[in-house]
């Protein structure tokens, strides 16, 4: 009768201890499952977004990986098979208001580069960045700037190329509405050219500038 207890009592513990395992199991895994949350994920700093446009098509453009211009290929750049203007974002690694242009041309571009659309007929430009830093790998493009007298020693600069030509400069921290209104002005198809100032060669050469506003 003892030993038939003690068979009796040592299968109910090996039961009892299987589902105490089996649940605490079960717990464990239910732990770490991985958690789905349903809600609108936020948007990267460093894209483009149009309002309006289908989830799939709202990354338009990221300025930190546009292409950079040099010696390597300026020219089917600056003369690209579309025809398009060129904007440049000069900049170095070191310029703290070089970063926070990036703000800025973020929220202006996507007007002049989204691609053809309903309310777009295409782009209007074409964005690339230059690293002042890489001076002995662009001495052919400084030679252009120098040649047309459109040099600098300020930075953040934008420079605005017109079939192969610089035809504008504007120097500086500029807002997103300063940008704009430079675009439009000095464009092709924009509101309408103005006076901005055009620099000239300053005692640093290629680094060198006026701020002398010519009359047009």
Same mark, same amino acid.
């Given at each position: 009768m003892q030993t038939t207890m003690s068979t009796f009592c040592a299968s109910f513990l090996n039961v009892i201890t299987s589902m105490f395992f089996a649940g605490s199991h079960h717990l464990l895994v239910e732990s770490f499952a991985p958690v789905q949350v349903v809600g609108v994920a936020r948007k990267p700093a460093a894209l483009f977004y149009q309002e309006g446009a289908p989830a799939e098509q709202q990354i338009v453009f990221d300025v930190s990986k546009s292409l950079h211009i #040099?010696?390597? !290929?300026? $020219? +089917?750049? &600056? !003369?690209n098979t579309l025809s &398009? +203007? $060129?904007l440049v974002d000069c900049y170095t690694d070191k310029c703290g208001p070089c970063k926070l242009i990036e703000r800025s041309l973020q929220?202006?571009? +996507?007007? %002049?580069?989204s691609p053809p659309n309903e309310n777009s007929s295409g782009p209007r430009l074409q964005f690339v960045k230059w690293d002042a830093d890489s001076t002995d790998n662009s001495k052919q493009f400084m030679s252009i700037l120098r040649e047309h007298e459109m040099t600098f020693r300020k930075l953040p600069t934008l420079l605005l %190329?017109? #079939?192969? $030509? +610089?035809?504008? &400069?504007?120097?500086g921290m500029m807002s997103s509405a300063a940008i704009d209104r430079f675009l439009e002005e000095h464009l092709p198809d924009g509101d309408g050219r103005g006076g901005e100032r055009r620099p000239k060669i300053g005692p640093d050469g290629a680094l060198g500038v006026s701020t002398r506003k010519v009359n047009r």
């Open positions: #040099d010696d390597s !290929n300026h $020219v +089917p750049i &600056l !003369n &398009l +203007p $060129v929220q202006t571009l +996507p007007k %002049f580069i %190329f017109i #079939d192969g $030509v +610089p035809t504008a &400069l504007k120097s």
